[in-house]
């Protein structure tokens, strides 16, 4: 091995040196800048969904006896 710690840092320093890119802005939230606007189009679906259920369950006919 290294004298004391030396080759522990050299290694540490190389590892940190390698990994840079990983924070890079343009690597992280790629998804999320790719898709603008997905967020609030699930939200509002969502809420169409439920809004229909709920329409459906207050004014089915009389006569429907379906599931």
């Known amino acids: 091995m290294a004298k004391g710690g030396k080759g522990l840092n050299a290694t540490g320093e190389f ?3 390698r990994d ?3 924070r890079h802005p343009m690597v992280g939230n790629q998804l999320r ?3 603008p606007g997905l967020g609030i189009a699930i939200v509002a679906f969502g809420i169409y969904l439920v809004g229909e259920a709920a329409y459906n369950r207050l004014y089915r006919p009389a006569g429907d006896n379906h599931h």
Request: hydrophobic fraction near 35%; avoid cysteine; aromatic fraction near 22%.
């Open 33 to 35: 800048h790719a898709t």
């Open 15 to 17: 590892f940190r040196r």
């Open 20 to 22: 840079e890119w990983r």
